[in-house]
């Protein structure tokens, strides 16, 4: 008798344990998403066509779609999983404000109008004018307004306004700068880099509040020891070969030096063991003179790769890719073509074409002789001593230009930042200016105009000639006498 008691128990149990799976194809590529009196386990993000919702046959779950919206409720506050196409976006609402999320980043509009954006590790924070602006990641924080400019970083506490810069870079500033960015990177890891946890926290959070969402945010992020590994290798390059690297989630620096080899040192990071390493393999090869690739393995290692790369100044860089992660070249030539994802890019005094494309990243250049073109986005443009700058392009982010010089038309373009441009008074250009929201202000510069309202200006500065086109949406436009 005892026997079939226990044996009863045990079925009994086992038909409680069992998890069942629901998958629902949904024809929409934006999906909303409800819960009812529903508990998220974790939600993640697979290269599958249908949505998986996972719960225990226990927990009497009602799984509904009804064109775009999938409905998740229960009767006994059951907890699911989640596991969500990663080639779909979602929409999720809370009382005051609506979230919407993909595989690589959660952006949430508030009621009266705030955008705030997790992506990469960065936090970006948007008013609802979106002339000012805050970005707190790895590198620092970042404060954008019509009026000034704020970086607090390793490099001090930095200042810009319309009329004058106060740099505060001494041992003092660079302690004090150096100490918040610590203190805003070690917040700013609480939440985490996958969407996925962070809407798991946002959706279970009780209060159900926009503020309430972020204050209460304890994501437990990626635990375990930073493990690293280093790798280093040489390879020598024939006179005037291109060098090109491809890298999955790391950083990219590139400089000239004075030997004739190339020298390729990295470091590999992981949270998991030391058998994450074997996931990834770093490859070097002859193929289009040099090429430097990160190969992943298997899919998703939990590794980071991060490359500082010393070239003859014989060789050409070519293509540099990346994934959240920043690129510097430094001192280098060649026709470039940049591209990473949340991350800055950064190129210093450097010959040849060059292609410049990231997303949540700023971009700086600043002395480069080739025709240069910038694409952005949630970051902000800089760009110096270049006379042949084409295009910059960027949303949610400034533009500033310094032209000592200047070859060919320009075209200035953003929405939700300011674009600020310095002119060398011997330069001869036409300009054309517009935006909405706010006004366009000369500052000890000579503009003869043709049109001229508080938002839109044509004119010519000097003689006229080549074109300079600048046009944002939500932001200032200031024109200013370089100062040599």
């Not at 697979?46 to 009767?75: A, F, Q, R, W």
């Not at 800055?344 to 700086?364: H, M, Q």
């Not at 706010?438 to 000890?444: E, P, T, V």
């Amino acid at each position: 008798m005892k026997k079939v008691m226990l044996i009863l128990v045990l079925m009994v149990i086992s038909m409680i344990l069992i998890a069942i799976t629901e998958k629902v194809a949904m024809r929409s590529d934006k999906i909303e998403l409800i819960f009812d009196n529903v508990k998220i386990k974790d939600i993640s993000f697979y290269p599958e066509k249908e949505i998986e919702v996972n719960y225990s046959k226990s927990d009497e779950v009602t799984v509904v779609k009804e064109k775009n919206v999938l409905k998740v409720s229960s009767g006994n506050y059951a907890k699911v999983s989640l596991k969500l196409p990663e080639t779909k976006d979602y929409i999720y609402r809370l009382e005051d404000a609506k979230c919407e999320f993909n595989a690589e980043k959660v952006v949430i509009y508030s009621d009266d109008g705030e955008i705030v954006e997790f992506s990469g590790g960065n936090l970006i924070v948007t008013e609802s004018e979106g002339s000012n602006r805050v970005e707190v990641g790895s590198e620092g924080i970042f404060v954008t307004s019509d009026d000034e400019v704020v970086e607090i970083s390793s490099r001090g506490i930095i200042v810009e306004t319309d009329d004058e810069s106060k740099h505060l870079t001494g041992f003092w500033g660079k302690l004090l700068g150096g100490f918040i960015k610590l203190v805003a990177k070690s917040s700013i890891s609480l939440v985490g880099k996958d969407p996925g946890k962070l809407m798991k926290q946002i959706i279970n959070d009780k209060d159900n509040t926009f503020a309430g969402s972020f204050v209460h945010i304890n994501i437990d992020d990626e635990d375990g020891e930073l493990i690293t590994k280093e790798f280093q290798d040489t390879f020598q390059p024939k006179k005037g070969s291109n060098v090109n690297v491809y890298n999955k989630n790391g950083n990219i620096e590139i400089r000239s030096w004075k030997e004739d080899y190339i020298d390729i040192f990295a470091t590999m990071k992981t949270r998991k063991d030391e058998e994450e390493f074997e996931k990834v393999e770093i490859k070097i090869s002859d193929r289009n003179g040099c090429t430097i690739e990160t190969k992943h393995l298997e899919k998703n290692p939990k590794v980071s790769v991060n490359y500082e790369i010393k070239v003859p100044k014989s060789v050409k860089l070519n293509e540099i890719e990346s994934s959240n992660g920043k690129v510097l070249i430094v001192d280098c030539k060649g026709d470039i073509n940049i591209n990473t994802s949340n991350g800055k890019i950064e190129v210093f005094d450097t010959s040849g074409d060059l292609e410049a494309s990231t997303s949540n990243g700023k971009v700086e250049i600043v002395n480069v002789d080739g025709k240069v073109n910038i694409s952005t986005s949630n970051g902000s443009i800089r760009v110096v001593r270049t006379p042949r700058l084409e295009k910059a392009r960027t949303s949610n982010g400034s533009i500033k230009v310094e032209l000592g010089k200047m070859e060919n038309d320009i075209m200035l373009l953003t929405s939700n930042g300011s674009i600020k441009i310095y002119l060398d008074p011997s330069i001869n250009a036409d300009i054309k200016a517009s935006t909405s929201n706010s006004s366009i202000k000369l500052h000890d510069i000579e503009v003869t105009t043709r049109k001229f309202s508080n938002n839109y200006l044509v004119g010519s500065i000097a003689k006229g000639g080549k074109l300079i086109t600048a046009d944002t949406s939500n932001g200032r436009i200031s024109l200013y006498k370089l100062e040599k």
